[in-house]
């Protein structure tokens, strides 16, 4: 076996490698075959290794797009994980490692999310109940959407329509939302931002 090499020697030596191995080829294929041998053990060694030898993989762009999807038409419904492993054609186990690695954050915490900025949007251009924002948004009641909204954002979510509308037609004024909390976002394709979750809070 070819002697190890640092990585970044790995490269040089296995193309000094392959140019043996071509200039060989024609006159000797057994002598070409064994310097291919070790080129390929040179750039091997050289790769860091996953547990098992087996590469951990998030989603795939066509998964990460359908799973979004599933959930925007969704939201005012309960999302289990199984059916979102099932829009990706994965197990539940493996989907949901393979979340987190794309979204760095669990699904559950994706869905949560999102249910929270669909509801600031109806906060801001509608004048519809809290009750019913709270249905369309997937929330199990208003105690529940209200207790939600507070914990993330810092206020009740009635009191921040009064203040994001006062803000938007009056003077200026400080928004009320917790600083180390979530900021409202719309970039819902594989970007999220990072709200903090408690594990009482059903999706």
């Known amino acids: 076996m ?54 951990v993989h998030g989603l795939a762009p066509w998964q990460a797009r359908r799973v979004v999807d599933h959930v925007l038409a969704h939201l005012d419904a309960p999302i289990r994980i199984e059916e979102l492993a099932a829009v990706a054609r994965l197990s539940t186990s493996h989907f949901s490692r393979a979340f987190k690695l794309s979204f760095r954050v669990s699904p559950h915490a994706y869905i949560v999310g999102l249910r929270l900025s669909h509801a600031r949007a109806l ?14 948004c997937g929330f199990a009641d208003q105690a529940h959407f209200s207790r939600v909204f507070r914990r993330r954002v810092g206020c009740a979510p009635g009191l921040w329509r009064r203040e994001r509308r006062s803000h938007l037609f009056n003077d200026p004024v400080i928004p009320i939302e917790n600083p180390a909390g979530a900021q409202a976002s719309h970039h819902h394709r594989f970007e999220f931002p990072h709200f903090a979750v408690a594990d009482d809070v059903a999706a």
């Open 2 to 55: 070819y002697e190890p090499v640092q990585r970044d020697e790995s490269v040089p030596v296995a193309v000094q490698l392959l140019r043996r191995a071509c200039l060989a080829l024609d006159m000797d294929p057994g002598v070409a075959k064994r310097e291919i041998r070790k080129a390929l053990e040179v750039l091997l060694d050289s790769v860091p290794r996953t547990p098992f030898d087996r590469p």
């Open 123 to 136: 906060l801001s251009d509608s004048d519809e109940q809290l009750s019913q924002i709270a249905a369309a």
